[in-house]
């Protein structure tokens, strides 16, 4: 299984982005799946994450109210609809699949990490 990311890019303060991670070699509509980021000297962490029907979502504190995490099982696409941004968000985004539920803050319950794609928020 392979996890592509796409998405992002340089956007100021207070705009937004849309990341979109498509996985490739199976389908994956029962699996829950996740955003993670990792800033440069810091360790990754959680984002987001939507379980494979998409009726169960998580945040981390950070980002609630401003980002969304969605899916489109026919297309076998997550989203991570980003909203608000602030310089602080600026990262390496990963899509992340998990092989438990429930620890989502964990990135030790992820088996399979997409590519990072850097989102930059200029101030």
């Known amino acids: 299984v392979q996890l592509q990311a796409y998405g992002g890019g340089l956007v100021q303060a207070g705009g937004c982005l849309r990341l979109?991670?498509?996985?490739?070699?199976?389908?994956?509509?029962?699996?829950?799946m996740g955003w993670f980021r990792q800033a440069p000297g810091n360790e990754r962490e959680f984002v987001a994450a939507?379980?494979?029907?998409?009726?169960?979502?998580d945040y981390t504190d950070s980002v609630k109210g401003r980002f969304t995490i969605s899916r489109n099982n026919a297309k076998n696409i997550v989203y991570l609809q980003m909203n608000s941004l602030k310089p602080e968000d600026t990262a390496l985004y990963y899509c992340?699949?998990?092989?438990?539920?429930?620890?989502?803050?964990?990135?030790?319950?992820?088996?399979?990490w997409g590519e990072g794609t850097l989102v930059t928020v200029s101030s």
């Open positions: 979109s991670c498509a996985p490739s070699g199976r389908t994956f509509s029962s699996d829950t």
């Open positions: 939507i379980t494979g029907t998409g009726r169960t979502t």
């Open positions: 992340a699949r998990y092989y438990t539920d429930g620890d989502y803050n964990n990135p030790r319950s992820v088996d399979y």
